[in-house]
């Protein structure tokens, strides 16, 4: 895989991951408890996904300046997030959220033609 798509990749687990924590923290699982909150299925799955990011992030290091991979990860997990919470979980977000947002877009094209 190329240096774009693994970013990419990395991206979309990571939005996963905090998508199947969100379902996991919201469940409610019995008892209550961090254990039973850790041994969600929503919250393996979100694990693993982050774990799974990891290792991707390691792979995308060999080929993608650190300058340019942990921003575009970050801030691209960051809208991605958002925008999974709003249209999936029914959150809402403010007109400053949303500009936060194009900034962070801007920014992500910014590295990439500044890279370029």
Known sequence: MNGPVLLIACVLLTTAASYFLKLGATARPEGGSLLALAFHPHTILGGSCYAATFMLYAVALQKVPLSL???VITGGASVATAL???WVLKETMGAFNWLGLA???LGI?????GKA
């Open 103 to 105: 900034l962070v877009c």
């Open 69 to 71: 991979a942990q921003p």
């Open 84 to 86: 999974v919470s709003v």
């Open 109 to 113: 094209y910014l590295l990439f033609i």
